[in-house]
C-alpha cells in the first residue's frame, strides 16, 4: 500500500469527455487538480502569465478585460508551431509548479486525479503519475462533440486535434482506458470501478457505493 495518495494522471483529446469523467471522480471523493483550469488562472485578467504573455506575443493577444484573447492566441499557435513551442514555454512551468503544489497539499484524499488534457505531450507528467487513465472516443465522435459544444467549424476542430497526441499515442500510454463512446451512465460505471480500484491500493474505502 502507498503511504501518500495515489497520483492518476487523467487525459483525453479534446471532446472525449474528460471533463465528466473528473466530475465523477471528485463526486467520489477524489481530488482533482486540474491543469486546463490553472492555465485559465493563469492567463486570467490579472494572472501570473499576462506579463510575459504580452512581452512575447504583444497587445494582440490581451483582450480588452486583461485576459488573454484565447482566439486571437489559438489563430497564432496553430499558424505556426513555433509560436505554440513559446507559448507551452512560458505556460508550462507555471502550470507544473501550481500543479505540483496542489498535489503535494491533497494529503487528506484517497487519491488524487491530476487532468492533463496534453498528458503525452508533455512527456514528464508519466513519471509524476502511479497510474493514467485515458478517456477515449472515436475521433469522428470528438468532431461532432466539440462542434456542438463550441460553435467551430469541422476544419478548426481537426485542426486542434492534429495538434494534439493521436489517439493511438494516448491507447498506448493508458494504464486503465475509460470507453466514452456510450452514455453518462456507461461513464459513471467505469469511473465507479476504477475508484474502487485506486481505493483499493490506498487502503480508504469508498464513500459511494
Do not use: W
Request: hydrophobic content about 50%; charged content about 20%.
Amino acid at each position: 500500500m502507498l503511504s501518500r495518495p495515489l497520483v492518476v494522471g487523467l487525459t483525453g483529446g479534446i471532446g472525449s469527455g474528460k471533463s465528466a469523467a473528473a466530475e465523477r471522480f471528485a463526486a467520489l471523493g477524489a481530488a482533482i487538480v486540474d491543469t486546463d483550469l490553472i492555465a485559465h488562472q493563469l492567463t486570467a485578467r490579472g494572472g501570473d502569465a499576462i506579463p510575459a504573455l504580452q512581452q512575447a506575443f504583444g497587445a494582440q493577444v490581451i483582450g480588452a478585460d486583461g485576459a488573454l484573447d484565447r482566439a486571437a492566441m489559438r489563430a497564432l499557435v496553430f499558424g505556426d508551431a513555433s509560436i505554440r513551442q513559446r507559448l507551452e514555454g512560458i505556460l508550462h512551468p507555471m502550470i507544473r509548479t501550481r500543479s505540483d503544489a496542489a498535489v503535494a497539499a491533497a494529503t487528506t484524499a484517497p487519491y488524487v486525479v491530476l487532468v492533463v488534457p496534453l498528458l503525452v505531450e508533455s512527456g514528464s507528467y508519466r513519471a509524476r503519475c502511479d497510474r493514467i487513465a485515458v478517456v477515449d472516443v472515436p475521433e469522428s465522435v470528438q468532431v461532432e462533440r466539440v462542434m456542438q459544444r463550441s460553435g467551430l467549424s469541422r476544419e478548426q476542430v481537426e485542426a486542434i486535434m492534429a495538434a494534439q497526441a493521436s489517439r493511438a499515442a494516448r491507447s498506448a500510454i493508458a494504464d486503465d482506458l475509460i470507453d466514452n463512446s456510450g452514455d453518462i451512465a456507461a461513464l459513471h460505471r467505469q469511473v465507479d470501478a476504477l475508484d474502487r480500484r485506486y481505493r483499493a491500493e490506498t487502503s480508504i474505502p469508498a464513500r459511494l457505493s
